[in-house]
């Protein structure tokens, strides 16, 4: 069931990531959806299991909207590996404690992109495109606490957590 929900909460974000936020976006930037859902699975399920789920959750979404395919897969893949193995010293109940994860998977999925983009373009720096990774990283840090707030009430939740453990 743990999976179902995943896969789930996936098309989901990758739905409003590319309609409602890129509608919405601040100086051609929007925040990530996914690298949430990433960075909080990796939280309650450490690194391996965040590498796994974030190389899964960046490979669909590098087929749903068509990127460089591997680009967000490897992006995604090495957030969740950093935020599961940054969990030391934090207490999970902690608002710090998704804050400085989300800022870490922002990060190091912006920083993939940006060096997986620059080998792709014959090692030429787009600044635009290090401005929008930037921006995008903080608008992911502003709705860390917000989003991890709504995280830990559901996972609180008796039904929701029989559910996920049911897997």
């Known amino acids: 069931m743990r999976y179902f929900i995943l896969a ?4 989901l974000a990758v739905f409003l990531n590319t309609t409602v ?3 919405m976006s601040y100086l051609y930037a929007s925040p990530d959806l996914l690298i ?18 974030g190389l899964a959750i960046g490979f669909a ?6 990127a460089y395919l591997g680009m967000n ?6 957030a969740g590996f950093a935020a599961g193995r940054a969990q030391a010293g934090f207490y999970e109940d902690n ?3 998704g804050l400085v994860n989300v800022s ?13 983009n620059i080998i792709n373009s014959h090692l030429i720096c787009d600044w635009g495109l290090v401005w929008s990774l930037g921006l995008q990283a903080v608008e992911n840090i502003a709705l860390a ?11 609180q939740n008796r039904l929701m957590k029989r559910l996920w453990e049911e897997s």
């Open 8 to 11: 789930i909460l996936t098309i």
């Open 21 to 23: 936020l890129t509608a």
């Open 36 to 53: 949430f859902i990433v960075v909080f699975f990796a939280i309650y399920n450490g690194p391996e299991k965040g590498l796994i789920c």
């Open 61 to 66: 979404e590098d087929l749903l909207t068509g």
């Open 73 to 78: 897969a490897l992006g995604k893949g090495l």
């Open 95 to 97: 608002v710090m404690y």
């Open 104 to 116: 870490i998977g922002s990060v190091v999925n912006a920083a993939v992109i940006l060096i997986v």
């Open 145 to 155: 606490i917000p989003l991890y707030f709504l995280f830990a009430v559901v996972r």
